[in-house]
């Protein structure tokens, strides 16, 4: 019995390891900013097998940074990108801070219009 119970287990975790990545952070595209520069919209591009995971924001004096953390399960699907727009909620209005990724490295303000 107690072996039956360490086999089931062991498949529930290499099926999990298999089928399941560890979070990863998404990559980010462009943002654009409400009226009020308190809330975001961040566009992420994303596989048919990633899933969004969850959003934070870290809001310093220079810098606004978004991380948005994705699993990716493993499977075939159309090659194709996902662009998913994310609300962001700011404590403050952005004014002239940086709006960063995971890693520091800056997301471009999505450009409307001729």
Known sequence: MLGAVIAAGLAVA??????LRPHETAQLAHYAVAPDGRQLTVTAAMGRLETIESTSVQEGPTTV???VLISRRSGTA??????????IALTSPLGG?????????AIPLKVTGP
Do not use: C, E, G
Not at 97 to 104: G, K, L, M, W
């Open 65 to 67: 940074k978004i991380i």
């Open 14 to 19: 290499i099926i999990a390891t298999l089928f």
């Open 97 to 105: 801070r940086t709006v960063t990724d995971a890693n520091d490295n």
């Open 78 to 87: 159309p090659a194709d990108i996902q662009l998913v727009d994310l609300p």
